[in-house]
């Protein structure tokens, strides 16, 4: 079998449990998130700024740290820009949702009527979103070499 078609029937036989993976991702958003923040000395508002430039990693200088705090700022920008990396590449409702609840914190009450869903529909669409930004930060993650665990959960086969 070639690897493409392994691969392939490997991905098909991994069913994602979407309400898991979209709790895992409201965790993250809740509980670690901030802290990814604090570390990288960035705020909510630079999720949605151009300041946070992707090869702009805190101004490394070029020379050998050994110093403990650079090395987790490092990996804290990193995952920072994986979550802003992740956010902006969700297709444009789940990315709406997604920034105004977990980054402007704005109640579902004011996002579902703001984008003129029922609460059933909004509620429907918000763990879509969940599952969508755990799907692609799984790529950004790797591709901005964060530490952010995967947010996706399969189900038990």
């Known amino acids: 079998m070639m690897i493409g078609v392994e691969q392939s029937v490997l991905f098909k036989k991994a ?6 993976t979209a709790q895992a991702v409201k965790n993250f ?4 998130f901030g802290h990814y923040l604090n570390l990288a000395n960035k705020h909510l508002s630079d999720i949605s700024s151009p300041t946070l430039d992707p090869n702009n990693v805190g ?3 070029g020379r050998n740290h ?7 700022n490092l990996d804290a920008q990193a995952c920072v820009r994986a979550v802003d990396h992740a956010l902006s590449s969700c297709n444009y409702s789940s990315g709406i949702i997604l920034y105004l609840f977990f980054i402007k914190k704005m ?5 579902a009527e703001r984008l003129g869903y029922q609460s059933a529909r909004y509620y429907q669409l ?5 599952v969508e930004f755990a799907e692609r930060l799984d790529y950004w993650r790797k591709k901005d070499s964060a530490s952010i665990s995967d947010l996706r959960v399969f189900l038990k086969s």
């Open 15 to 20: 069913k994602l449990d979407k309400a898991k």
């Open 29 to 32: 958003f809740t509980e670690d």
């Open 59 to 61: 101004g490394h200088d």
């Open 66 to 72: 050994q110093d403990e705090r650079i090395v987790v």
């Open 107 to 111: 109640p579902d009450t004011k996002i």
């Open 126 to 130: 918000k763990n879509s979103a969940c």
